[in-house]
Structure formats: structure tokens, C-alpha cells
């Protein structure tokens, strides 16, 4: 399959899998990036909500994190079994060691950073995100921020969320795995059908 687009030609040869917090702009930067690795998207939350019925928040409430954590894995797993996608994850998923080995093993993984003023402001809009539901919520994310950034850091391609639009970051992203591959992404691809 032919990878071409304004930047280049070069075909992407295992998933990439964003990594980091809630409101770091997985999913919106995500759909942006597929397009132009000509790979489809997928968000692990969305999925794991469509195998369950159920909504994360519903999950969470009847099941636990820990239930959660589990359902989070196997649906990575699938994914990674797969051909190549693009895939944003949940902010956690990088706590359990077998789905970071994994991710290392099985795709080329981005950390996509973000101040925790950005956090907030992104992850504090709606009432949907489980860990959040504190008496503060900012202190909650800083907590959390400083637990997994160890695990974000071990990521192939560290980014920061650009403060314009959301193209911004994917280009970024796009041109970083273009060089992590050792594609020449201002140069066609001659074998490309």
C-alpha cells in the first residue's frame, strides 16, 4: 500500500501508540496522525467500551480499576496483534509491565507531554474521567503525572502537545516517526504501488 501524502511517501511498519496523561491529546492528535500514515485509528477507551457495553465511568463504578486495568490490556493486546493502526490509549495503561513490554516489543511508541495547566483545562471539561472525581482534581493529575512519567519516558518518540491546533502536534509526530524508521519522508517511495 502506497503512503504518500504533503510530506512524503513511507509505509509505517507496526502500529503507533500514543502514550501519556488525560488531557495530553491522544485521541484528537491520534485521529489526526492516521490520515497521514494512511492507517486507521483507534482509541483503547472506545474500544474497551464498545466490548463492555458499558461506559468507562460506568465501568469504574461497578467493576473497579483494577477490573478496568484488565479489560484495558486484553483490548491493547488485540490491537497489537493486528496490522498497523494508529492507537490512543488511556492514561494508565502504561502501568501494567506486560502492556508496556508489549508496546515496546509490538509498535512504535509516542509520549505526547503536556504542562498540567493544559491537563486540567483539557481534562476537566466534563465529568468523565473517573481519577478526576477528587476534591482536587489538579493535585490529582500532578500526582499522577509524576507516577507514570517514568513509564511515558521509556517511549521510542517523546513529543509536546503544541499549543496551536492539534495538526501541529501530529506533523510533529508524523515527521519524528518518518525519522525513527529511517524513511526520507520528502522523498517518494519508488516501490510504492
Not at 34 to 60: C, Q
Not at 122 to 149: F, G, H, I, M
Request: charged share 25%; hydrophobic share 40%; net charge neutral.
Amino acid at each position: 500500500m502506497s503512503r504518500s501524502g504533503k510530506h512524503g511517501s513511507f509505509q509505517c511498519p507496526k502500529p503507533v501508540v500514543l502514550v501519556g496523561m488525560m488531557g495530553a491529546g491522544k485521541t484528537t492528535v491520534g485521529r489526526r496522525l492516521a490520515p497521514r500514515l494512511e492507517l486507521p485509528f483507534f482509541d483503547s477507551d472506545t474500544e474497551i467500551e464498545r466490548a463492555a457495553g458499558m461506559s468507562v465511568s460506568e465501568l469504574f463504578e461497578a467493576h473497579g480499576e483494577q477490573s478496568f486495568r484488565d479489560g484495558e490490556a486484553r483490548v491493547i493486546k488485540r490491537l497489537l496483534d493486528g496490522p498497523p493502526h494508529v492507537l490512543a490509549t488511556g492514561g494508565g495503561a502504561v502501568i501494567r509491565p506486560e502492556t508496556r513490554a508489549l508496546i515496546k516489543d509490538r509498535a512504535i511508541s509516542v509520549w505526547l507531554r503536556a504542562d498540567i495547566e493544559t491537563l486540567a483545562r483539557r481534562a476537566t471539561r466534563r465529568d468523565t474521567r473517573p481519577l478526576l472525581r477528587s476534591s482536587d482534581p489538579v493535585a490529582t493529575l500532578k500526582k499522577l503525572a509524576e507516577e507514570r512519567a517514568p513509564f511515558y519516558g521509556e517511549a521510542d518518540i517523546h513529543v509536546d502537545s503544541q499549543p496551536g491546533p492539534h495538526d501541529q502536534t501530529a506533523s510533529l509526530i508524523f515527521e519524528k516517526i518518518a525519522n525513527l524508521i529511517g524513511a526520507a519522508p520528502c522523498v517518494p517511495d519508488e516501490n510504492a504501488q
